[in-house]
């Protein structure tokens, strides 16, 4: 299903067409040349100082020695009903440190452009990712053995996309369905 974004101003057709699924295909996975071509696209986004303070986890469902029914387990109960047919997470992460040890007060915004950038070559792929910050960060952090310089940003469920009549709950589906909204463009220009 495409849910371009409902605009008249010509934008960018990658960004028009990204948006947050809740339905996978179970049966598709991504190679590791798909996950390496997503984490290449965050490496070059730009940052303060050139510091790329961003760190990403990646889980897969078929590895073995790896968390993923854990990170999964940590997930709300609401985003737990739509994942279960999502076969990679990744886990964002920015260190809070410039690696002279002062404090980044750059580090959350960087990682946000470098996970843009992963979202946006996703779509050029032809993956679906959904963004997630209903989890449990305190546990995912004792799972993971996550130092206290690294603050957690979101879980990404990527793969490939699904029809929305597979979720297996109506209300799910009629959220897969509904049409995406934003504020107006005038409510997010400031104007002094
Ligand atoms: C940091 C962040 C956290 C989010 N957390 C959740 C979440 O826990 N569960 C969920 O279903 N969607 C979550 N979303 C997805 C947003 O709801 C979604 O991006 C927004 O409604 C706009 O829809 P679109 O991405 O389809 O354009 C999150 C998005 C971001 C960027």
Redesign the pocket.
């Known amino acids: 299903m495409i849910?371009s974004a409902p605009t008249n101003i010509e934008i960018n057709k990658l960004i028009a067409d990204?948006?947050?699924p809740?339905s996978f295909d179970s049966s598709r996975h991504l190679t590791k040349e798909q996950i390496t071509q997503l984490l290449e696209s965050a490496r070059w986004a730009p940052s303060s100082m050139n510091e790329q303070p961003w760190r990403f986890l990646v889980f897969n469902r078929i590895d073995t020695n790896n968390h993923f029914q854990e990170v999964f387990d940590c997930l709300?109960e609401?985003?737990q009903a739509?994942c279960k047919n999502v076969n990679t997470f990744i886990l964002v992460v920015a260190l809070t440190k410039y690696s002279n040890g002062d404090f980044n007060a750059s580090a959350q915004f960087d990682t946000g452009l470098a996970t843009g950038n992963l979202l946006i070559q996703a779509v050029s792929m032809g993956l679906a990712t959904?963004?997630?910050?209903?989890?449990d960060k305190q546990k995912v952090k004792e799972i993971l053995g996550l130092s206290d310089d690294l603050v957690q940003?979101?879980i990404i469920a990527v793969g490939y996309q699904a029809e929305a009549e597979l979720l297996d709950n109506p209300a799910l589906v009629k959220r897969e369905k509904a049409p995406?909204v934003r504020k107006d463009l005038d409510e997010l220009m400031i104007k002094i």
């Open positions: 849910k990204r948006w947050s809740r709300s609401g985003n739509w959904h963004p997630m910050g209903g989890y940003l979101a995406r």
